[in-house]
């Protein structure tokens, strides 16, 4: 099984991570914040507008290992405060869909730059 390391000029990245890696037919998305570009602006909007724009990068970040979120089978959200459940989870409806992937919603988490939430996925995109 070959493993492929991606990293997607455009979006904020750390040293210590790659954006995802690409191991046989799965795809391993890194925890990622809704930030605006390369900088670590995070998008407006409190916890609906980050929750957004991550699916976003998430998207970006899919589209470098030639994938969709049509390929996600599994995303693990990270929330700062359990009480924006609500306005996390209608964001997240808006981008997923009526056939979203499995999810787990953890609160109380610190996330990094303050932010108010932070997703990392799974995919399964066979080779052709």
Excluded at 60 to 81: E, G, H, R
């Amino acid at each position: 099984m070959s493993i492929r390391r991606v990293n997607v000029d455009g979006l904020m990245q750390l040293a210590a991570f790659s954006h995802a890696v690409v191991a046989g037919d799965y795809i391993y998305v890194s925890g990622s914040l809704g930030t605006l570009g390369e900088t670590v602006d995070l998008a407006p909007g409190g916890t609906a507008g980050e929750t957004k724009q991550v699916l976003h990068n998430i998207e970006t970040i899919l589209a470098a290992c030639n994938a969709s979120m049509k390929d996600v089978v599994k995303m693990n959200v990270f929330l700062n405060d359990m009480d924006t459940f609500a306005e996390m989870n209608a964001a997240y409806m808006e981008v997923t869909g009526d056939a979203p992937p499995a999810r787990i919603t953890v609160g109380k988490a610190g996330l990094a730059l303050g932010a108010a939430v932070e997703i990392d996925c799974v995919a399964y995109k066979p080779v052709a």
